[in-house]
């Protein structure tokens, strides 16, 4: 569990996700129709390396993964729900994509994710977007000294269910700082005042994944590439935060390189 006892390790995870924000913000400025995922990757990596920082994510394997990560940058397109691996399809009009990136900063590590649209999209993708990111606030609103992991489940699967979209149960948000996973798993549904408790100086990535439809996902035969099980599409947004005797701070706050 990734916890900051000094406001020396606090203010190198606060640099983290500032630089992190700043890179994915130039990121989604290339999402137009005409790139592909492979385009955005190296973007991505180009600018990560520039500023003297890692990419997390690349050569990283899971437990359960056969192979370390292929990129930087996770690139999941209408229905894959997460961990798209870039390639060279081409971004259409009115698609939506799904960009998750971590980065290494002095030893800490911080995690964030947009759906972003391509152009012109529909009013259900808009209605889609719109939903998680707002379920994403909900989560970081619910997330205190003192709480609990069920807090913030409660208040992103309450909000998803109100709008008739669903959440994908297998997946959630989980501690970040030291490590790119680590404990506690944060669903994203639960009950009030379950789960860990949540302390001062924990580090957090919360991330929402709506989808349209159902909440099914299967996993792809490149063995990191959620997809849905209907077709429909997915959204993911996600921030980092650090719990604080006032609440939660968010670090992957929107800033300049």
Do not use: W
């Amino acid at each position: 569990m990734a916890v900051m006892h000094t406001e020396t390790e606090k203010n190198k995870v606060r640099e983290s996700g500032r630089r992190l924000a700043a890179v994915l913000d130039k990121v989604i400025e290339k999402v137009v129709p005409g790139v592909s995922p492979r385009e955005l990757d190296e973007y991505t990596e180009s600018l990560i390396r520039r500023h003297g920082d890692k990419p997390a994510f690349l050569g990283y394997q899971p437990t359960v993964a056969t192979r370390p990560y292929p990129a930087s940058l996770c690139v999941s397109i209408n229905n894959e729900v997460v961990h798209g691996i870039p390639d060279d399809r081409k971004l259409k009009e009115g698609d939506i994509v799904g960009l998750d990136l971590g980065i290494v900063h002095d030893g800490f590590i911080t995690d964030m994710a947009r759906t972003v649209p391509v152009g012109k999209v529909d009013e259900t993708a808009k209605k889609l977007l719109e939903t998680t990111q707002e379920a994403l606030k909900a989560g970081i609103e619910a997330a205190h000294d003192g709480g609990h992991v069920g807090d913030i489940g409660h208040a992103i699967g309450t909000l998803v269910k109100e709008s008739g979209f669903s959440v994908v149960e297998e997946l959630g948000g989980h501690a970040v700082g030291r490590k790119v996973h680590e404990d506690p798993f944060i669903p994203n549904f639960g009950a009030r005042g379950t789960g860990a408790e949540l302390k001062e100086g924990m580090v957090l990535a919360l991330e929402p994944i709506v989808n349209e439809g159902s909440g099914e996902v299967e996993l792809d035969k490149d063995g990191y590439t959620f997809k849905t099980k209907d077709g429909k599409r997915s959204a993911h947004f996600e921030d980092t935060i650090l719990i604080t005797k006032n609440g939660a701070e968010i670090i992957t706050k929107k800033a300049a390189l």
